[in-house]
Nanobody, 118 residues
Framework: VQLQASGGGLVQAGGSLRLSCAAS????????MGWFRQAPGKEREFVAS????????DYADSAKGRFTISRDNAKNTASLQMNSLKPEDTAVYYC????????????WGQGTLVTVSS
């Protein structure tokens, strides 16, 4: 599975961005999807995930109530809607895919930079 993340950019605090992840090579119908981020000088951290069906989602505490993960299996895409952005959300955001037969996130996109100015 090849993943291509897009949608990052510069936004003021309180603003919104929508990140998209397009998959190619294989259908996502057997993959959970996730978003992770890595801020400068910090380790990569989990942001959100969504099950194959889209019925189950999970969020980091920092994302709850502000971010919404979604997917469109027909279009082979996943998205992360980010609202009420804060300067501490500044990071490179990565989408990832996990085959339901495995427990690890094996496939990663190249990352898209989100910068939130105060």
């Amino acid at each position: 599975v090849q993943l291509q993340a897009s949608g990052g950019g510069l936004v003021q605090a309180g603003g919104s961005l929508r990140l998209s992840c397009a998959a190619s090579g294989r259908t996502l119908s057997s993959y959970a999807m996730g978003w992770f981020r890595q801020a400068p000088g910090k380790e990569r951290e989990f942001v959100a995930s969504i099950s194959v069906s889209g019925l189950t989602t999970d969020y980091a505490d920092s994302a709850k109530g502000r971010f919404t993960i979604s997917r469109d299996n027909a279009k082979n895409t996943a998205s992360l809607q980010m609202n009420s952005l804060k300067p501490e959300d500044t990071a490179v955001y990565y989408c990832a895919a996990r085959n339901i037969a495995y427990s690890d996130w094996r496939y990663w996109g190249q990352g898209t930079l989100v910068t939130v100015s105060s």
